[in-house]
């Protein structure tokens, strides 16, 4: 999929601009000129969310009452025009037709993106980091997202029948088998897909020759642990499943987090992004447009090359960055 143009009505302080993008294409421009805004609303365009943790409507220009991105888009021969529109309520529609299957939507829409915000998965909850690795697995596999709700709703079912007085147990035990047989399925998916993971980090880190090695993504689970639910009739709370996976980036053995610097914090999110990217390019035989925001910051300039080179190599990526004093990008629009 190919992205011939962007137009931005009413978004952020986009009032009315238009850019014709190319394969690779840099947005350049001072603070505040709006490049992550441009980034943002392809995201929102193909995911139908945003990146940023803020409801749509925060995305609207101050004193508008709606916002309006639009798109020509390739897709092998075929060309369609996108709108999203927002105006209290959400609507997209593909050449005048409004979409009736979210789902179905954002699967045959993939999109990745990097905004510095990203490196907050490293530190902060389980949840951010599980949301990241299940959101990658979706595009490949697009059951994995309603075994996920599926899986939610029988949580809460479980924690409504431990809030009340008397629990019924053998409610209890059916909603248990059923939470066995989702964990077990995500679990191997998120297995399968980490140790792939894995596996790409290891090439890429030795073809980068970066002193630091070892490098991967750690997983544990408790879903062998079939015993945690007895102990979870005491306490009431469900302590088995997925939903407690714990998901850790590690280099030697240490979390990342807590002994890298900036520079490698991002180049390890960079580079588990672009193998999250593979993995599903080469299942699905597609290419996935790639927003990379604020791109050079904190990058010395070998990384930033190394790491320029993979992803522009066969798809469309879309940079910012507030000067373009080091690499050369095959179309540079400054934003004014
Ligand atoms: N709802 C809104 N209405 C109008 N303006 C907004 C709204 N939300 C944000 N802005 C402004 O829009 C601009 C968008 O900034 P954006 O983050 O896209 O800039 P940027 O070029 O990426 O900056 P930086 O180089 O600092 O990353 C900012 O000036 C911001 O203050
Ligand atoms: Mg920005």
Redesign the pocket.
């Known amino acids: 999929m190919y992205v011939l143009n962007l137009r931005l009505i009413n978004i952020?302080?986009h009032t009315n601009s238009f850019y014709e993008l190319s394969n690779e294409t840099l947005f350049t421009?001072?603070?505040?000129?709006?490049?992550?805004?441009i980034l943002?609303s392809l995201y929102i365009l193909f995911g139908l969310k945003s990146f940023k943790k803020q409801p749509l409507s925060?995305?609207?220009?101050?004193d508008k009452d709606f916002f309006r991105i639009e798109s020509e888009i390739k897709d092998g021969s075929l060309i369609s025009d996108v709108v999203c529109l927002f105006n209290n309520k959400r609507t997209t529609m593909i050449n005048g037709e409004d979409i009736d299957n979210i789902v179905d939507y954002v699967y045959n829409h993939p999109i990745a993106c990097y905004t510095p915000d990203i490196l907050g998965i490293l530190s902060k909850e389980q949840q951010d980091r599980r949301n990241f690795i299940d959101r990658f697995i979706f595009y490949y596999d697009k059951e994995h997202i309603y075994d996920i709700k599926h899986y939610n709703r029988l949580l809460s079912q479980k924690q409504a029948e431990f809030d009340k007085e008397a629990s019924d147990f053998i409610y209890l035990d059916v909603l248990n088998e059923k939470i066995v047989y989702l964990s077990e399925k995500i679990s191997n998916k998120r297995v399968k897909i980490i140790d792939e993971i894995n596996e790409n980090l290891k090439e890429l880190y030795k073809s980068l020759d970066f002193s630091m090695e070892n490098v991967f993504i750690n997983y544990s689970s408790n879903i062998l642990n079939t015993s945690l639910f007895n102990k979870e009739k005491f306490i009431k709370k469900s302590l088995y499943g997925i939903h407690r996976d714990k998901i850790e980036m590690c280099l030697d053995n240490k979390i990342i987090e807590k002994f890298s610097s900036t520079g490698q914090k991002k180049t390890f999110i960079l580079l588990c992004l672009y193998s999250f990217i593979k993995i599903i390019e080469e299942n699905r035989k597609i290419s996935i447009i790639t927003l990379l925001d604020?791109f050079e910051a904190a990058l010395d300039k070998k990384r930033a090359e190394f790491i320029k080179n993979i992803f522009s190599n066969s798809r469309q990526v879309l940079y910012?960055g507030?000067d373009n004093t080091r690499l050369n990008f095959e179309n540079v629009i400054n934003?004014k």
């Open positions: 952020r302080n421009g001072e603070n505040g000129s709006g490049k992550t805004t943002e925060s995305a609207v220009t101050f604020d910012t507030v934003i």
